[in-house]
């Protein structure tokens, strides 16, 4: 980038390569990007919505409609687009649900945003509509937001119905079980407080895959479940009354940290030495019998001549357990991680009543059950491949997700676009009140939310126009709550009567989430680019392209 002076001497700003785009320019690519990563996720949106096939560069392949999943495993490229990647993994990590909805709706924001730019209206008069309008909108919320009866078991399984429908797990027989185990699972880690309210660590609901069998023979184990097989085989291979050390120190002998050598000049020696390794082993195993613990579970190795002194003690051990299950077993166990055994002691020991190794599929796996503190759990995944297992499980924490969230704040909302349409009016009255430009803003907002039922109504085979405007017409006359139900494909007064709820803590992060982006967005009037290492620029590869732009960059989205 270069500026004549009056000698007409070029004055460099930016290193050679840079690429530069400018005011409404770099503003129509960036919404152009948005545009295209939203058009790619609609098709996925609800339960008719379809799924994308993803290969890596690996060639692994996954098969999914989970929005965060997509747009994470699909290699995107434009700045623009990353920022709607971002979006979409906080609404995952915040609420765990409506992934795609925020990334279609941030698109269809951008989308009204970019007809008001080509009539001349300045971003920052946008940018103030859309957040009075977002405002309004959430205000809308909580005043059609619906009071339930948490310690009803019925409105929870509808809520995760209405989650699972567009998921895989949502469409077989095994839709029934999944409900049940979901619903059992966060009513057994839920922690009622003292005023009335509930808090949920889904960290306490370990979800386990294992290969085998099929979705039906899904389980629910009220305890953990660790991958991991006895030791040796000497040891029983199950223990009632479990006295658990869960420890994070190596039965082994310690090597030094620094090197060393041992001369050795004669036999007697060298057996003396094993010997002493041996003697050191032994007394660790007598330590920790001594504590009156029968089962051990480490994060670290077990030697070998350590394994057959705890068989011939009867005791069940486990090695090399991941850091997250330690901390799950000591939770539900009551236990405390010890990492020396010299601090172990009796009150150190967890307590479970039954530790038993089982046989899943080809493998073995160890069952801690009926433990101490009942309130972790273990969903015991089975499937018929690795790719269907994947799909199960980001299902099971979609649900797990919204019940977390309807015990967070108790209130639901209509799915089926019913929530939307009903802003959308609402936001539109709010408009007129306002004037000037920022009206013309805030119904592009209005027009932007409609998006989801004209989606939804377009999944399920109907005519999306023919649809939203007998979802407005069912609106004028107050039914609050009248939306698409996709699976039947025809417009219903009354979406929860079909079971179709949404948890009102992911409405609001839906819209609080695309209209951030959409609004960040707009923000923007200069890219500026640098060229990449000329060492890393292959063609394809996001290096430059034939237009001398790196790719990725306006001219190719790299998408």
Do not use: C
Request: aromatic share 2%; no cysteine; charged share 30%.
């Amino acid at each position: 980038m270069a500026s004549g002076s009056g000698s007409n001497i070029p004055v460099l700003i930016l290193k050679e390569g840079t690429q530069r785009s400018y005011g409404r320019e770099a503003l129509k690519n960036n919404i152009l990007a948005a545009k295209v990563l939203s058009e790619l996720l609609k098709t996925s949106l609800g339960p008719r919505g379809l799924d994308k096939m993803l290969i890596d560069s690996f060639g692994d392949i996954t098969i999914t409609n989970d929005g965060a999943t997509i747009v994470k495993e699909m290699e995107i490229q434009h700045p623009a687009a990353k920022l709607l990647v971002e979006i979409a993994k906080a609404q995952d990590s915040e609420v765990g649900d409506g992934t795609t909805s925020v990334v279609v709706l941030a698109g269809s924001l951008l989308e009204k945003a970019e007809k008001l730019l080509d009539d001349n209206i300045h971003p920052s008069i946008i940018i103030d509509g859309y957040t009075k309008a977002m405002n309004k909108a959430l205000e809308v919320l909580n005043t059609i937001g619906r009071n339930i009866d948490v310690e009803d078991e019925s409105t929870l399984r509808k809520i995760v119905d209405t989650t699972i429908s567009s998921k895989y797990t949502g469409q077989g027989p095994e839709k029934d079980k999944i409900i049940n185990i979901v619903v059992d699972a966060i009513k057994t880690v839920a922690e009622k407080r003292e005023d009335g309210s509930y808090y949920v660590d889904l960290d306490n609901v370990k979800i386990e895959k294992k290969k085998g069998e099929s979705l039906m023979d899904t389980s629910l184990i009220k305890g953990i479940v660790i991958d991991k097989e006895v030791v040796h085989p000497g040891m029983p291979k199950r223990i009632e009354d479990a006295k658990i050390a869960v420890l994070d120190a190596a039965l082994e002998i310690q090597k030094p940290d620094i090197s060393t050598k041992i001369r050795v000049t004669d036999v007697d020696q060298l057996d003396n030495f094993l010997e002493e390794e041996t003697k050191i082993l032994r007394e660790m195993v007598d330590q920790i019998a001594a504590t009156g613990a029968n089962v051990i579970i480490t994060q670290k190795g077990i030697d070998d001549v350590a394994q057959h002194f705890l068989a011939k003690k009867g005791i069940l051990a486990a090695r090399r357990v991941k850091r997250s299950d330690i901390e799950k077993i000591a939770k539900a166990t009551g236990a405390k991680i010890v990492t020396s055994i010299k601090d172990l002691k009796p009150e150190s020991l967890g307590y479970a009543a039954l530790v038993e190794e089982r046989k899943v599929g080809n493998d073995k796996m160890i069952f801690i059950e009926g433990a101490k503190n009942p309130k972790s759990v273990t969903i015991l995944l089975r499937g018929a491949n690795d790719m269907l297992l994947d799909e199960a499980e980001r299902n099971l924490n979609d649900a797990l997700h919204s019940l977390r969230n309807i015990l967070r704040e108790p209130k639901i909302v209509g799915g089926g676009g019913a929530t939307e349409t009903e802003i959308a009016m609402a936001v539109r009255s709010y408009a007129r009140t306002i004037g000037g430009k920022e009206q013309l803003a805030i119904e592009a907002f209005a027009d932007a939310l409609e998006v989801i039922p004209t989606v939804l109504a377009e999944s399920s085979g109907m005519d999306p126009l023919d649809a939203l405007m007998e979802l407005r017409s069912h609106h004028d006359k107050n039914l609050k709550f009248a939306g698409i139900n996709a699976v039947d494909g025809k417009v219903v007064d009354d979406v929860t009567k079909y079971n179709i709820y949404e948890p009102i803590l992911v409405k609001k992060q839906v819209i609080k989430s695309a209209s951030e982006a959409a609004i960040s967005l707009m923000k923007i009037d200069d890219l500026i680019a640098a060229s990449a290492p000329k060492s890393e620029s292959k063609p394809g590869q996001g290096g430059e392209g034939s237009s001398g732009m790196p790719s990725g960059m306006p001219g190719g989205m790299g998408m």
